[in-house]
């Protein structure tokens, strides 16, 4: 494998990847940051156990990649593993990807330029969205948004973003700047929209508005066997607590536009809801 040799003038891009039982996509996954058109990258691996052999693949490609660095931990579940990733963060900025997923070669190039071009506080994406059960695809994501329009409340822009279309809910397909992400962490006690939560929490803290790349960058390979719905999706209870952590998010005095905001959010969550029960009946 050819040593990369990046530009001096490129900050340095963190990319984390949890990795847990998914050795038939990882090297997928690898190959497609280590072909970033944009070389000058820390690439963070974290095992989170994994029983299959992730870990040895994680391993013989840092043997190949300097960039490459690799840490094997017993099983905490994914935040935890993005957490450790997190504490280990040298770039000026970070992004995620599962590691069951692929990116495409100008991912982060694409990504970068925004945000070192203007006070934007997060670079966003569009997605491939391949069913991997069907063998269909389709580019999600790519539309224009409306922008942050003054006097509107950051805020009340931020729920109009998630009630629009779901670009917004994933710690994917974006790019962060590393010195507000890594002060923060994904709450390991949920294991539903803990991405959503911590995106908000990361919006809370920058400065600027997201910007959209309208690409479909990020490749979701959705049906594999850690991407399928599990049972978090069919229980309200999951989309119940999500609710209250948006709204312990907005504050106790919501005005008149964020609440109308507010309103169509969880008119959006309560069909989501609806439609993970009909997908994952038999």
Not at 68 to 93: D, P
Not at 158 to 168: C, E, K, N, Q, V
Request: charged share 20%; glycine share 4%; hydrophobic share 35%.
């Amino acid at each position: 494998m050819k040593k990369p040799n990046p530009l001096p003038t490129q900050p340095l891009v963190s990319i984390i990847v949890p990795i847990y039982n998914t050795a038939r996509y990882l090297p997928a996954c690898l190959d497609s940051i280590i072909a970033q058109t944009y070389q000058n990258l820390e690439i963070i691996l974290i095992d989170d156990g994994s029983t299959d052999h992730s870990g040895q693949i994680a391993d013989n490609y840092a043997k190949k990649d300097p960039r490459i660095k690799v840490i094997h931990q017993k099983n905490q579940g994914q935040s935890a593993a993005r957490n450790l990733g997190l504490t280990m963060v040298k770039g000026e900025y970070v992004s995620f990807l599962d590691s069951d997923d692929e990116i495409e070669p100008t991912f982060i190039k694409e990504l970068f330029a925004p945000l070192a071009n203007s006070n934007a506080s997060l670079s966003v994406c569009g997605m491939h969205y391949k069913r991997l059960k069907t063998n269909t695809a389709e580019n999600v994501y790519i539309s224009q948004l409306r922008p942050h329009r003054k006097p509107e409340s950051l805020k009340a822009y931020l729920l109009y973003l998630l009630a629009i279309d779901g670009r917004m809910y994933s710690s994917v397909n974006k790019l962060y700047h590393a010195k507000i992400a890594t002060k923060l962490r994904f709450d390991t006690k949920l294991n539903f929209a803990e991405d959503t939560k911590f995106v908000l929490d990361y919006l809370a803290k920058a400065s600027g508005n997201p910007v959209f790349v309208l690409s479909p960058l990020y490749i979701y390979n959705f049906g594999t066997e850690t991407s399928t719905i599990n049972s978090t999706a069919i229980q309200w209870k999951n989309w119940q607590t999500a609710y209250q952590n948006l709204k312990s998010w907005l504050g106790p005095n919501p005005n008149i536009r964020e609440r109308f905001w507010l309103h169509l959010v969880h008119l959006r969550w309560r069909i989501s809801f609806l439609r993970s029960k009909h997908r994952a009946k038999p």
